[in-house]
């Protein structure tokens, strides 16, 4: 048995000028993110409709609920049209719905069917009044009961589930996420798709100072987000020369901020390398030392690219909230240690100043240090969150 599946688009509606590259960059991503069922689309300037195997259907629906850039799913229900099928499926799909009203809204495009739309709502109505303990509310309803009537046959839906909205992956072309293996920047990276940023990760590991499994973390938090995209790869920066080289030569209260100079700027260089426009991290006003506003104009200062902070002006319970919701807090909160606690001074600088920043790290050859940091990158182009076993 075959299903159909409505889709209502997002935001992009309102996008005019734009629609067709969002509705194809949806299609798109859609086949993608379905390829493994046998499924065809049709659609048009306000919906698509996806056939499926009744069997995927669910699987389906809870993929396509990952999807940004589809606001909401209509599971439709597919029957002869003689009133009899109709009657069969209507009940069979209000008993499987909670509430204790209805209404029933009727599109007549097949006029060889000799009901009026008006009519086959009153009949219907009078249909599930007879059979049924539901009353009728035409104003709110509990359950709305479509029925379409088309040359092809008869298509019954009731209430539709919510889609992620956003715009569809892509849209706005790539940016860099620095992807550590804390709560914040899986956050940002979720935020940032659902906007249309289709992302690269790149992460700093220290070995032997951080593990393995700090490495792992990451990676598996990649694949969490990229359920939401299919294409982002990992991006892993060879950092321990560097950190070394810190912690040498810059005094203690200097360590992070010089340390997050040496990132942002490998982080640009990342970018240009492989098409980013923008650098992307997790950075919350005010949370640590290294990310007061006085720090962050001193560590900003190092790259001409925008670098967006999703949650930026989040609280830490706003940003848990989300990732709960995500999926990556469980992940997010294993204990492994990341670069950035393994050298962490007791009085990071609170109020850096650029002199001070720029005379420290000119202490050492760190341009050199860079180079080799970024020949030396490893590219991870295979996540597949069902499949991984980072863990
Ligand atoms: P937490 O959720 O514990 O705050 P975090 O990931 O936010 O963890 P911070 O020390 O606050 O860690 O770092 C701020 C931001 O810098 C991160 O959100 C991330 O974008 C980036 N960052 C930090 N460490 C790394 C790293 N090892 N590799 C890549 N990006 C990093
Ligand atoms: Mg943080």
Redesign the pocket.
């Known amino acids: 048995m075959k299903q159909l599946l409505m889709i209502k688009y997002g935001e992009l509606t309102t996008k005019k000028a734009n629609r067709n590259a969002f509705i194809n960059l949806l299609t798109n991503n859609i086949k993608s993110i379905l390829k493994e069922y046998t499924i065809a689309i049709k659609k048009d300037r306000v919906r698509m409709y996806i056939t499926c195997e009744e069997s995927d259907c669910s699987n389906i629906v809870t993929k396509l609920q990952k999807v940004f850039g589809i606001h909401g799913i209509v599971i439709c229900h597919h029957v002869n049209t003689n009133i009899e099928e109709i009657e069969t499926k209507i009940l069979e799909l209000v008993q499987h719905q909670l509430g204790q009203t209805f209404k029933v809204e009727t599109k007549r495009a097949d006029k060889r069917f000799p009901i009026s739309s008006m009519e086959m709502n009153a009949k219907m109505g009078g249909f599930i009044l007879k059979n049924t303990n539901l009353k009728v509310d035409v104003h709110d309803p509990d359950i709305r009961i479509h029925i379409e009537i088309r040359n092809e046959g008869t298509f019954l839906y009731t209430n539709e589930l919510e889609g992620i909205g956003g715009y569809p992956v892509g849209i706005q072309g790539k940016g860099l996420?620095?992807?550590?293996?804390?709560?914040?920047?899986p956050v940002?990276g979720y935020l940032s798709l659902k906007r249309g940023v289709d992302l690269e990760?790149?992460?700093?590991?220290?070995p032997p100072h951080?593990s393995i499994e700090a490495k792992n973390k990451?990676k598996k938090l990649a694949s969490i987000i990229n359920q939401y995209s299919g294409n982002i790869k990992v991006n892993i920066?060879p950092?321990t020369k560097i950190q070394e080289a810190i912690y040498q030569n810059v005094p203690d209260s200097y360590i992070i901020t010089i340390m997050?100079r040496m990132?942002y700027r490998i982080a640009e260089q990342v970018c240009h390398q492989h098409n980013c426009k923008i650098i992307?991290?997790?950075?919350?006003i005010g949370?640590?030392a290294?990310?007061t506003l006085d720090s962050m104009v001193v560590i900003n200062a190092v790259t001409n690219l925008p670098v967006i902070r999703p949650?930026a002006c989040m609280d830490?319970l706003e940003?848990i909230e989300i990732s709960k919701k995500i999926d990556t807090y469980e992940t997010?909160i294993l204990p492994y240690e990341?670069?950035?606690?393994i050298f962490l001074p007791k009085h990071p600088v609170i109020y850096p100043t650029m002199e001070k920043a720029i005379s420290y790290e000119n202490l050492f050859n760190f341009q050199a240090l860079i180079q080799e940091a970024i020949e030396n990158v490893e590219t991870i182009t295979q996540l597949d969150e069902t499949k991984s076993n980072y863990l």
Do not use: H, P
């Open positions: 996420l620095m992807l550590s293996g804390g709560i914040d920047s940002a990760c790149l992460y700093f590991e220290s951080t990451v920066v950092f997050r990132m992307i991290n997790g950075e919350s949370q640590v290294s990310q949650v830490k940003i997010s990341d670069c950035c606690t």
